[in-house]
């Protein structure tokens, strides 16, 4: 084929469609000349998923439970200097808004992780639940 080039750096940010089955959680692609292992977001082992859900709304309102609800806003806070960095995910849920930190002692790792999830705004907290991470 004309014009395509061998060994271009594969797509950064991949999410599989709601219900689709997991058969490998973990893949290995060679990128730059390395080979790096790609994990989806429930399974990494320093990102505890699916966060757990707060908010303030009616009394017969239904709070999220797991990857329900629509990802509408992502923020990187460091608001103490002294505390940690946390992200910050806002969801839609059945006409309410709800939030959660993703908790992680890696500052490196929470930043990159911010830096995705950015790209995930309107997407299902289940399609960013698979999203593919590869770090």
Known sequence: MR????GAAAPRILLRPAGA??????????QRGRLDTVTVLRKHPKVHWPPQWNGSCGPDAEFP?????V???????????????R??????????????????????????????LKDCIGHSMCE???????F
């Open 3 to 6: 014009g395509a080039r061998i």
């Open 21 to 30: 089955p997991h058969i490998i959680d973990r893949v290995f692609r060679l």
């Open 65 to 69: 439970a797991g990857e329900q609800g």
């Open 71 to 85: 990802l509408k806003k992502v923020q990187y806070l460091t608001v103490d200097p002294t505390a940690a960095a």
């Open 87 to 116: 992200v910050q995910l806002r969801i839609e849920h059945d006409g309410n808004e709800f939030w959660s930190f993703v908790p992680s002692d890696d500052p490196v790792l929470l930043s990159r992780l911010y830096a995705k």
């Open 128 to 134: 960013v639940g698979s999203l593919d991470l590869d």
